[in-house]
């Protein structure tokens, strides 16, 4: 016994001591990642608070108030133009993106699983890897003009907006929708073929119904992103602090409106601070998008 | 090789965080002037770091550059972001930024009077503004009224003030950019809110595109961005020329402001003296379209008072 254990006892030290590093790497790590998210969430809450309780803003008028004119006498900060906005364009980009991600997931996964998965896959990646000015810039020099010509008009607007997003949440939830796909079990599908169901019957029927949850993850997952994009959306809105009354007509989103204007303000002013709530609303925002997604996945498990 | 990965990534970490640290008080340049030891009579040294403005900004690199190539102050470093006026001014104030970069007077900006009086202005070129329609909405001059009209929402139609019929789509900018404040204050005389269905973008080159590409557009641009594509409008009959800024003539301009907390250190002094010498003036400010100040014949101060 002691012949046997003492060669390997170096070995046993050295493997103390690598495991004693990784986790004091990790643990250090993870302190870092939570004191760097606390401080963030703090530091939009104060920025973001400060409006109404420094500055006296209502919290109904910025949350309920139409009109925005923050260089204005008397100044207004009504954020819900902007609220608006974003909602619009992220629910519209869900509604365009979902269709087309579930067949591009179904065609990857079910119908030409192993051809479609190593086309289609690479190029679905591809499209998140090109950076969002890019994507701004192709909305702003291929899609505004097309709008232009086709409705009349400016040709920025929500309906650019939305088509830009959908684009750009594409990947996102298509990779989400596909991972779920593969990741079902075969006995699923060779019960539900023994069972004589033809392939469209055995995707709408048994396969769609048992993934859905997953597949909302992967709907939610795109609309947190779409909620959260900023430069392409903001190159092809329009940027109109006003509620529209059209889906050609120019408009805001929130992050279109910060990026648009935070550069431009001083730090404490009630402009500035009026952003940070804006921000601050997105942070919300972002929770709600994040307990959607746990709450789904729960409902997944079972 | 893969059990020392931990390590490895460990002191990477641990030197990246440290390097994070370490950079962040840069800015507070010490313009070290050693005066001493007969040889090298006066060896500049320091940091300098000047945020702000994206307009001013290229116009300010490009002088960097030149700056830190010249053998005297080759141990200078001079550093340049963007990030926008606002953000300008509030880092020189705060002491981040040597330099504050600005479109438009600190007083505009700032509200804490003590805090802009702690700012020292150095003006170090003019930009001038022009009204910018799409070709084809057959307007060639506008007057200060029917600019009002326009931008207020009075006037809808281009036929209105003598053009096609065509609808006018306003290209403006948001409401917290100093390119919109100079026009504002000096072609409008007036501020005024946004319309419904009026486009916003910040980006010049942005407004550049869309008024060139939108029917019946209008928009305003700095002159440095007009071109062919564009109908460039006069503004109560003067053209938005150079010589025409210069004189006094045409009113939509608004100088670059350099701001420093202060008096400059010996560095960052050399290095606006450096901008508004004959060298940069002549060259590199024409060059990149802005006005020299050393040609206005006319003076204006915060107020928006003009001297001659």
């Keep these: ?302 | 090789m893969f059990k020392k990965l931990p390590f490895i990534l460990m002191t990477l970490t641990f030197v990246l965080v440290l390097a994070a640290c370490g950079s962040k008080n840069d800015a507070g340049t010490e313009g070290a002037a050693s005066n001493g030891s007969g040889e090298t009579a006066t060896e500049l040294s320091g940091n300098i770091l000047a945020v702000g403005s994206t307009a001013l900004q290229p116009l300010v690199e490009q002088a960097g550059q030149k700056f830190m190539a010249v053998d005297e102050y080759k141990n200078v470093t001079v550093q340049v972001q963007g990030g926008g006026s606002g953000t300008g001014l509030t880092q020189v104030s705060d002491g981040q930024a040597t330099i504050g970069n600005s479109d438009v007077f600190a007083e505009e900006k700032i509200d804490d009077a003590a805090k802009v009086s702690e700012l020292k202005d150095h003006q170090v070129a003019v930009v001038a503004i022009a009204p910018v329609s799409n070709k084809d909405a057959g307007v060639q001059d506008l007057t200060k009224q029917q600019l009002i009209d326009i931008f207020s929402g009075k006037i809808t139609n281009w036929k209105d003030v003598g053009g096609a019929d065509q609808a006018i789509v306003i290209v403006n900018r948001p409401s917290s950019s100093g390119t919109r404040a100079t026009f504002e204050n000096f072609a409008l005389g007036t501020k005024v809110e946004d319309i419904q269905g009026s486009i916003q973008e910040d980006s010049s080159g942005t407004v550049k595109k869309l008024v060139a590409e939108t029917p019946g557009a209008i928009g305003y641009l700095a002159l440095s961005y007009l071109d062919d594509s564009l109908q460039v409008l006069k503004y109560e009959g003067v053209e938005a020329t150079v010589e025409n800024v210069e004189a006094g003539k045409y009113p939509v301009w608004a100088y670059e402001h350099m701001y420093t907390k202060g008096d400059p250190d010996a560095a960052t002094k050399a290095f606006l003296d450096y901008i508004l010498s004959d060298e940069i003036q002549q060259n590199d400010v024409t060059e990149l379209g802005y006005i020299p100040v050393s040609g206005m014949k006319v003076k204006r101060d915060a107020a928006g008072t003009v001297t001659q």
């Design chain 1, 1 to 302: 016994m002691n012949n046997k254990l003492k060669p390997r006892r170096p070995l046993r030290e050295k493997h103390y001591w690598e495991e004693w590093t990784g986790r004091i790497y990790t643990s250090i790590c993870v302190v870092f990642l939570i004191v760097v998210m606390f401080s963030i969430v703090y530091f939009v809450a104060s920025k973001g608070l400060s409006t109404f309780f420094q500055n006296g803003v209502s919290l109904r008028e910025f949350l309920s108030g139409k009109t925005w004119n923050p260089t204005g006498e008397p100044a207004a900060y009504g954020a819900l133009p902007f609220i608006t906005g974003s909602f619009i364009t992220t629910l519209l980009a869900a509604l365009i993106a979902s269709p087309l991600s579930l067949c591009a997931a179904l065609f990857m996964t079910e119908i030409v699983p192993g051809k479609g998965k190593k086309i289609l896959q690479p190029a679905i990646e591809l499209l998140s890897g090109i950076p969002s000015v890019v994507y701004g810039f192709i909305g702003l020099s291929v899609i505004v003009p097309l709008l232009r010509s086709m409705f009349g008009g400016a040709g920025v607007g929500i309906a650019a907006g939305c088509l830009v997003l959908s684009v750009m949440i594409l990947p996102t939830v298509t990779s989400i929708m596909a991972d779920a796909l593969s990741a079902l079990p075969k006995g699923l599908r060779e019960s539900s073929y023994a069972l004589g169901a033809t392939r469209w019957q055995t995707i709408y029927r048994v396969i769609i119904p048992t993934v859905l949850p997953a597949l909302l993850t992967g709907i939610v997952l795109g609309m947190a992103r779409a909620f959260g994009e900023a430069l392409a959306v903001q190159m092809v809105i329009g940027n109109a602090p006003h509620v529209p009354t059209s889906l050609l007509e120019s408009a805001s989103t929130l992050t279109s409106v910060i990026t648009l204007s935070m550069g431009n303000t001083t730090m404490g002013s009630v402009h500035n601070n009026a952003l940070w709530s804006m921000a601050l609303v997105l942070l919300v925002m972002t929770f709600v998008f994040v307990i959607l997604v746990r709450l789904l996945e729960r409902r997944n498990r079972v």
